[in-house]
């Protein structure tokens, strides 16, 4: 199995961001160290939830590190130019000597696409169209577009990537309509979902499986992306754990509630009973029905033999640091993970 960590760089009120900034790339120092295989950042804005502009970090990342693989969870393409995005994350596989894993989405909170000026109705449309042109523009080869949205001259992008075709393509999916989506040009989907009943969870991996079969991309890994904190004991993971998911939970919950009136789009009906439940949960809650795995080294282990044995997971992207959890602890927690957990599933 291969083990990946995520960063999302949240910053409840009094943070200070230049810290944040430090703290996960000390973070990422510390897992390529640790041997983690790669780290995932995440791109939000306009919210404490989570922060733009991954490219910069990675290029940055980049230079910092010489092994660990670099990746986004997600670049949102609907928010950016085409050619600007395929431009950026050229540049980040040239610097990380061809090292990007570019995972990519449709974005999903309406206030996110407001701040862009984008209609949030068209977020489906514009993500395919975006992907399109990318993936043309990393040929190195001349090309032209005339789309819905985008109208390109005859032109030739540079720089293209090192890796080749292309940086291996990656996507979160929850329903089997996107997981076929993404299968078909094959792209791997990152299933997961965080805060997702177990029962729930291994249906989304036998939906999976009837995807992949469909498509005939059995070759892709299979990746869970479960919440993931270890501490020396169940008991000890769970408290010190207890205010930063919390406040995650409260965050995301803000992030789903949209203003008396408005409706979720056709596009987005999928999210409304996730939305819903994402507002009903406590911590509590997410502990008692395994919504979130906080516990020893030996609780950790039986979670991930698992996601291995039941949903045949063979790539785990691992969100360990949630809502502004103590820098210490979350470096403890990674050293746990990597030195009591993984070897296990080498």
């Not at 043309?136 to 090192?162: C, N, Q, R, Y």
């Not at 999210?271 to 979130?292: C, G, H, K, M």
């Not at 795995?293 to 996601?307: H, N, S, T, V, Y």
Request: some cysteine; proline content about 7%.
């Amino acid at each position: 199995m291969q083990f990946a960590f995520f960063i999302i760089n949240q910053t409840p009120e009094g943070s200070s961001l230049k810290r944040v900034y430090e703290d996960s790339l000390e973070q990422i120092e510390w897992g390529e160290r640790l041997g983690y295989d790669a780290v995932f950042f995440a791109e939000h804005a306009f919210y404490h939830h989570g922060k733009p502009s991954p490219q910069v970090m990675l290029g940055n990342i980049a230079a910092r590190t010489r092994r660990i693989r670099l990746g986004t969870a997600v670049s949102v393409l609907p928010w950016h130019h085409p050619l600007e995005v395929a431009q950026d994350y050229a540049t980040v596989d040239l610097l990380s000597d061809g090292r990007l894993d570019f995972g990519v989405g449709r974005g999903l909170f309406k206030g996110e696409f407001e701040g862009y000026d984008i209609p949030w109705a068209e977020a489906q449309e514009r993500f395919d169209e975006s992907l399109d042109i990318i993936l043309k523009a990393w040929t190195g080869e001349p090309f032209s577009h005339d789309g819905k949205f985008f109208h390109i001259p005859e032109l030739t992008v540079m720089p293209k990537p090192l890796q080749t075709p292309h940086p291996p393509l990656w996507q979160p999916c929850l329903s089997p309509s996107t997981m076929e989506r993404a299968l078909s040009r094959g792209i791997t989907p990152i299933l997961g979902a965080s805060l997702t009943p177990l029962p729930e969870l291994k249906q989304m991996f036998g939906r999976l499986d009837a995807a992949m079969k469909k498509t005939g991309r059995t070759d892709l890994p299979r990746v869970g992306h479960p919440f993931v904190y270890v501490s020396d004991t169940t008991r000890q993971a769970r408290e010190e754990a207890r205010a930063a998911m919390e406040w995650f939970l409260d965050d995301f919950a803000t992030m789903f509630t949209l203003p008396e009136g408005e409706v979720w789009p056709e596009s987005y009906q999928f999210f409304e009973p996730w939305a819903d439940y994402i507002r009903s949960l406590s911590y509590d809650t997410a502990i008692e029905e395994d919504l979130v795995w906080f516990g020893d080294p030996a609780a950790i282990r039986q979670r991930i033999r698992w996601l291995r044995d039941e949903c045949g997971v063979s790539y785990v992207l691992l969100f360990m640091h949630f809502g502004g959890l103590e820098h210490e602890r979350a470096l403890k927690s990674m050293e746990l993970f990597a030195t009591q957990v993984m070897p296990e599933f080498r």
